[in-house]
């Protein structure tokens, strides 16, 4: 198991709520949509030398999840970029960090389904831990899981949401078959992603990049051939960093 516990996060901060807490004492809310039914967007973002990597870009699709899952009162990015920063302070943290920002649909005045129920607007919750990339440069090892991505018709696959349990599923095989990772195929047996990253190909000396439909439901780019080309595991942030406070 590549991931094991850091000592430096035994008495980590964490922020629920616009809390900041002690990690042993947080609490979110059995009433929380998290919690019934994984209802929340999520994104992962790295902090190098007091910047966060492409935070204007991970929070345009945090914004773009919540919208597409109808949450209401959005907080803004001025809002949770300021909720990342007291985070980060209160750890007297800058470097060699990561960042789980999930936002949630809220707090529900009742167990059920109906998203009328969440009447308190919803819950961000940042958790900052000081984690070394989980890979290296050497290279990984990969299984094809059986678990498939669904189709786009069933769930728009832009979503970047909480419910993992394909992703879970794919990591128990590859954990079975001593592997590192789970390569998962589309519905249609194409390469998707693996169970934690994108997938880059690399093809005569050319880097292929899987291109994002223009319509949902448009089917992907078939990743044929793809015994005769190397498979590169990828961090999911690309490009430049981005200033944790905006001028």
């Not at 991970?58 to 919540?66: D, E, I, P």
């Not at 750890?91 to 960090?97: A, F, I, K, P, T």
């Not at 707090?107 to 109906?114: A, H, L, P, R, Y």
């Not at 079975?176 to 990253?197: K, M, Q, S, Y």
Request: charged fraction near 25%; charge should be positive; proline fraction near 5%.
């Amino acid at each position: 198991m590549r991931q094991v516990f850091d000592e430096r996060n035994r008495d980590l901060i964490v922020n629920v709520g616009g809390k900041l807490t002690h990690r042993d004492r947080a609490a979110v809310s059995p009433f929380d949509s998290a919690v019934q039914g994984g209802d929340a967007v999520w994104e992962g973002l790295r902090l190098y030398g007091g910047k966060i990597f492409r935070l204007d870009e991970h929070l345009a699709r945090l914004r773009a999840s919540a919208r597409a899952l109808a949450f209401r009162h959005v907080p803004s990015d001025q809002e949770i970029t300021e909720e990342i920063r007291r985070t980060l302070a209160a750890n007297g943290m800058r470097d060699g960090v990561h960042i789980r920002l999930t936002l949630t649909r809220g707090v529900k005045v009742t167990s059920g389904m109906d998203p009328r129920l969440n009447q308190a607007g919803p819950t961000l919750i940042v958790l900052a831990e000081w984690k070394d990339p989980v890979y290296d440069a050497a290279g990984i090892t990969l299984v094809t899981a059986s678990v498939r991505r669904p189709a786009p018709d069933c769930l728009d696959p832009k979503i970047h949401h909480n419910n993992l349990l394909p992703s879970i599923l794919a990591k128990i095989e590859a954990n079975v078959a001593g592997a590192d990772d789970a390569v998962v195929l589309d519905h249609r047996g194409f390469i998707a992603e693996t169970n934690a990253t994108h997938i880059f190909m690399v093809s005569g000396g050319t880097l292929a990049v899987r291109r994002r439909p223009h319509h949902r439901r448009r089917p992907a780019r078939p990743a044929d051939q793809a015994a005769d080309r190397h498979v590169r595991r990828s961090h999911r942030h690309d490009g430049h960093a981005s200033r944790l406070s905006r001028g």
